[in-house]
């Protein structure tokens, strides 16, 4: 039964068709032809998988993003991380990288994250004499910081499929995301360096404080989320609803760029793209449920059991198997997925089950730009009007410094749990 339903899903993503379809249709057809369970099963299964409570948070958190796109967030973003990085080696492309890591920090969307950062980045980046394939690797890959960034829709994804706790992996997901862009920025000042790239000139106080203070309002919101849910004021799903009024609030009346056009627009926009994330949690946690019956999960634990001594093995073996499945999978789905076959087996191992979140949602992180089916590549190239062989140089570049932090993510918990225990 197994054996079929996979052959199934990778004829099916092979063929271009939307992951949701070929994780939902295998599984229907397996079922059909291979076993005796009623299908309904299968429909009480699509809609048992995002009846969670955690799952809240996603609307909420997918509309304050479309809103500080919009409403002049993420352009005062902009300028402000100019300002503050632009005249380092590489500024532009470290404003580049910087900005991305703070819209994460507001949106938790990665492909809003490279649109919203790139249509205006990219052109100022080619002005600026840098290659072409250096700027599309670093456009797909810095976007791929908010994954790991709260409010993370991945990290959210995890929490409810494994109860951890949400506010807990949003605090990890801090130092992680931190050590993630610097190792962008580090190849980012090594590469400027050897191209004697011009730089901005530095700002002055009086301009760092002037670009500080009209992006203030935007900087407020991460520290609103965190801040009132580590004070118990509200919890990881309401964050979600705070950010998006006060997105909203902030759009209309302080920045004023939001309208009731543009407002309708985003409303819409975020209902689709909910519905897109909905769909797939949906026929992932199918998918899910057919693996369980099939004793992949036990199969899984035995075999790492039998074969597997040690932790440093587990994670080793753990992040291989999400480079490779990051190339073919979306990073709900493959949560959805693999989370509960390895937690666990990692529990057993002594992981911190908040470290096991963040090392995986990293692996995924990166998985979002590397080929053949990384979104990123495919939101990059729309802003660009590169191939995709033009851009692997770029890619494979920055694809090299992520997986270094990785490593250091994986094999050195206190640098992403340290808030965590800070905190308490």
């Given amino acids: 039964m197994i054996i079929l339903l996979m052959v199934l899903i990778f004829f099916f993503l092979f063929t271009s068709t939307p992951i949701f379809v070929a994780m939902g249709i295998a599984s229907f057809l397996t079922v059909i032809f291979l076993t005796d369970i009623n299908p309904m099963i299968l429909i009480q299964r699509l809609f048992g998988g995002i009846d969670q409570f955690a799952l809240m948070a996603l609307p909420f958190f997918i509309l304050a993003a479309n809103i500080m796109e919009v409403g002049g967030l993420s352009s005062r973003i902009l300028r402000w991380s100019r300002a503050l990085v632009g005249h380092i080696t590489g500024g532009v492309a470290m404003t580049t ?88 920025m580090i190849y980012i000042y090594l590469y400027a360096r050897k191209h004697h790239l011009p730089k901005d000139p ?22 609103i989320i965190l801040g009132g849910i580590y004070s118990g004021i509200f919890t990881p799903t309401e964050a979600g609803g705070v950010s998006a009024v006060y997105a909203l609030i902030i759009s209309f009346f302080v920045y004023k760029e939001m309208n009731l056009k543009k407002f309708y ?36 634990a035995t075999w790492i059991t039998t074969n597997v001594d040690t932790a440093f093995v587990f994670l080793i073996i753990l992040n291989i198997v999400l480079l490779i499945l990051g190339m073919f999978m979306e990073g709900v789905a493959a949560i959805i997925i693999v989370a509960p076959l390895i937690y666990p087996t990692a529990l057993a191992m002594g992981i911190d089950p908040v470290h096991l979140g963040v090392i995986m949602i990293s692996n995924l992180a990166i998985g979002m ?56």
């Fill in 265 to 300: 627009k985003v409303c819409v926009d975020s209902a689709v793209l909910t519905a897109q994330v909905l769909v797939l949690v949906s026929a992932a946690q199918v998918l899910g449920w057919m693996l369980t019956r099939g004793q992949v999960p036990q199969a899984i």
């Fill in 97 to 184: 990288q910087v900005s991305s890591m703070f819209f994460g920090a507001l949106s938790g969307s990665s492909p809003a994250t490279v649109v919203a950062i790139g249509k205006i980045m990219y052109p100022e980046m080619i002005r600026g004499k840098y290659d072409k394939w250096f700027s599309a690797g670093l456009l797909a890959s810095a976007g791929s910081v908010s994954l790991i960034i709260p409010p993370s829709i991945t990290l959210i994804i995890f929490g409810s499929v494994t109860g951890v706790s949400v506010g807990s992996l949003f605090i990890a997901g801090i130092g992680a995301g931190i050590i993630y862009g610097i190792s962008s």
């Fill in 202 to 223: 530095k700002a002055s106080k009086g301009e760092l404080w002037g670009a500080t203070k009209k992006a203030a309002w935007a900087l407020l919101i991460p520290v």
């Fill in 369 to 424: 730009y590397t080929p053949p089916f990384g979104i990123n590549i495919f939101v990059t190239q729309g802003i660009t009007n590169m191939k995709m062989g033009e851009m692997m140089p770029g890619i494979l570049r920055f694809f090299v410094c992520n997986v270094i932090a990785l490593i250091i993510i994986t094999y050195i918990p206190d640098a992403s749990l340290f808030l965590l225990k800070i905190i308490g």
